[in-house]
């Protein structure tokens, strides 16, 4: 079972389930809150207080990564269900779309993949972040790599492996996270260092996932717990 759905049942999990009692948990950060936004919203954020307060609800699900239905009430629900969790920590409601740049680096054993150490909740995990409202995904995948790691492949072409809902620990019902990953490969590592939301860069053995995760603990970190998926695929991709 993963993070968002951790505190409900599976078989209550499903929004068309009828569950009376169902009270999920706030996890509004201070900064979020309708009297914080009053005074204006954090750059990151959008003011809106409540899903009633957005207004373009029609174009935010056509341009989605992940479809994703409405309430009764017009607000928002997690594409996979009852996250057990209510309120925002990110900085939109609804889908909020990341990129996640995958850059191996090297072939068979000397395969080596580029993680960054998270400054939030210290973990190794795929350098990557936020779309930026008009960005197009691509152009994330390479600021967010050149911003984290000084690593710039804007002329590098890259393999989309996905799109999909990643188990972010700040999601929600009513708000999270779908990212496009990318695999970029290059013929060896490149230097690399960690800046803006990231305390270090460092390349890793990349075997396997159970290598990596092997690899990263023997040094004191833990692998993100969301990123795992990603970079199974990536791996699936390299070794099919």
């Known amino acids: 079972?993963?993070?968002?759905?951790?505190?409900?049942?599976?078989?209550?999990?499903?929004?068309?389930?009828?569950?009376?009692?169902?009270?999920?948990?706030?996890?509004?950060?201070?900064?979020?809150?309708?009297?914080?936004?009053a005074h204006g919203a954090?750059?990151?954020?959008?003011?809106?207080?409540?899903?009633?307060?957005v207004h373009d609800w029609d174009r935010r699900?056509?341009?989605?990564?992940?479809?994703?239905?409405?309430?009764?009430?017009?607000?928002?629900?997690?594409?996979?269900?009852?996250?057990?969790?209510?309120?925002?920590?990110?900085?939109?409601?609804?889908?909020?779309?990341?990129?996640?740049?995958?850059?191996?680096?090297?072939?068979?054993?000397?395969?080596?993949?580029?993680?960054?150490?998270?400054s939030d909740i210290l973990v190794e995990a795929i350098p990557g972040g936020m779309v930026e409202p008009g960005e197009p995904v691509p152009m994330t995948l390479v600021r967010e790599l050149r911003e984290e790691t000084g690593v710039d492949l804007s002329s590098h072409r890259p393999i989309i492996l996905g799109r999909e809902v990643v188990d972010d620990w700040r999601a929600s019902d009513h708000a999270w996270v779908a990212s496009t990953s990318a695999l970029y490969l290059l013929p060896a590592t490149v230097s690399a260092a960690g800046a803006d939301d990231a305390l270090a860069a460092t390349w890793w053995p990349f075997g396997s996932l159970d290598q990596l995760a092997t690899t990263v603990a023997a040094a004191g970190r833990s692998l993100y717990p969301a990123h795992r998926p990603l970079l199974q695929r990536a791996l699936d991709h390299l070794t099919r």
Do not use: F, K
């Not at 569950?19 to 979020?32: M, Q």
């Not at 191996?104 to 993680?115: E, H, I, S």
């Open 61 to 118: 699900r056509s341009s989605a990564l992940v479809p994703y239905e409405l309430d009764a009430r017009g607000w928002p629900l997690h594409p996979q269900g009852r996250t057990g969790r209510t309120g925002r920590n990110l900085g939109r409601w609804g889908e909020n779309a990341a990129g996640d740049p995958i850059v191996v680096a090297g072939t068979g054993r000397n395969r080596q993949v580029l993680l960054i150490t998270r």
């Open 1 to 37: 079972m993963n993070a968002i759905t951790a505190t409900v049942p599976a078989e209550l999990r499903d929004w068309s389930v009828d569950w009376p009692d169902y009270s999920p948990v706030d996890v509004t950060p201070p900064e979020l809150r309708p009297a914080a936004l």
């Open 42 to 53: 954090p750059d990151w954020a959008e003011a809106a207080p409540t899903p009633a307060d």
